[in-house]
């Protein structure tokens, strides 16, 4: 992987490199595909067997697909054979998967590996940090951003009573102020804003009595009002509302997976917005990386995720489920 040295998008494509964090198994792929929710079918639009890819997003303008790979975010148009270019983030290096647009297109926000999140305009350049240090946080996690673009909803992680304590926070981009939604012995994630702005849905063991047994939530933006939406023997996580408010999609686990681990037997899910009617978009091998953020199109007839195949296969290691 090359180091970034300019400072626009463009400046080098994915190339091969010491990944830093997490590798491919032997004989495995990441493959960026995408969903079409009308004829239920998925393209591949880019596969490497060099690198872990994870968590993509789709930009506003639906004219591209960024996605986070060791540390560094690329964009890469959503058709076939497209080819990823690197975004400039400055001195920012070190990104996980946790990363959004705003709903203007102008920036691209961010975790970093020293547990703040940045801001970076979409084009490329200097990263600022947005959170302050000293509010009490030990690392954050950023799922949302609000559609006026002035909030970002994250996960924080602080002690409490000499334990760890995962909840819901927004912070504030001007300013960095930190505000906590929630606060309970239980973890949370996944928190993210509806189109209209007036629900976060995120995923939580709140309301579980087995360890590990995830299942999707949506409460007001002031923390009032949660709603459970999932109530199954699977292990669900990262609910992301449709531009439209039409549809959620997320990933479900089989039961008994504790956290969202990689490599693992997944369903993508579709349902309204309440959680009700849901169905099996796609069968696959993925997990941590597949799903993370937001990947929905801006048409929202199409979502964005990833998958790691072990082999090839007569199906190209996916399914799409029939309706």
């Known amino acids: 992987m090359e180091r970034q040295s300019g400072s626009r998008s463009d ?8 990944p830093r964090w997490r590798r491919l198994l032997p004989g495995q792929r990441a493959r960026l595909m995408v969903f079409d929710v009308v004829t239920r079918s998925s393209t591949c639009v880019f596969e490497t067997d060099d690198f872990v890819i994870e968590a993509p997003n ?11 790979c060791d540390g560094l975010l690329y964009r890469t148009p959503p058709e076939e054979d497209g080819q990823p270019r690197v975004i400039f983030t400055g001195a920012v290096t070190d990104a996980n998967n946790d990363h959004v647009v705003s709903a203007d ?9 020293d547990g703040h999140l940045y801001e970076v305009p979409l084009g490329g350049g200097e990263a600022r940090r947005v959170t302050r240090p000293d509010d009490g946080l030990e690392a954050r996690y950023l799922h949302g951003i609000s559609p006026d673009g002035t909030t970002l909803a994250h996960i924080g992680c602080r002690r409490r009573d000499g334990v ?3 909840d819901i926070y927004t912070a504030d981009v001007r300013d960095g102020f930190t505000r906590r939604l929630t606060d309970s012995d239980r973890p949370h994630d996944g928190a993210e804003y509806s189109p209209d702005g007036a629900w976060l849905y995120f995923n939580s063991e709140r309301a579980s009595e087995r360890a590990g047994h995830s299942q999707l939530f949506r409460m007001r933006t002031d923390g009032s009002g ?8 699977r292990v669900n996580w990262f609910p992301h509302p449709a531009p439209d408010g039409s549809r959620l999609v997320y990933l479900s686990y089989p039961p008994g997976v504790q956290g969202h681990p990689a490599n693992e037997p997944v369903v993508l899910r579709v349902a309204e917005p309440d959680g009700r ?3 099996d978009a796609v069968e696959l091998f993925g997990g941590q990386g597949t799903l993370n953020v937001n990947s929905w199109a801006p048409d929202g007839r199409h979502f964005a995720y990833v998958d790691y195949p072990t082999a090839p296969a007569a199906d190209g290691g ?4 029939p309706g």
Do not use: C, I, K, M
Request: hydrophobic content about 40%.
């Open 11 to 18: 400046d080098h494509g994915l190339r091969p490199g010491t």
């Open 58 to 68: 789709w930009t506003p303008d639906g004219a591209w697909l960024v996605f986070n």
């Open 105 to 113: 297109g102008r920036y691209l926000y961010l975790s970093s590996q």
């Open 164 to 166: 760890q304590a995962v």
């Open 226 to 233: 949660v709603e459970q939406l999932t109530s199954d023997d």
């Open 277 to 279: 009617n849901a169905w």
């Open 318 to 321: 996916v399914r799409a489920v």
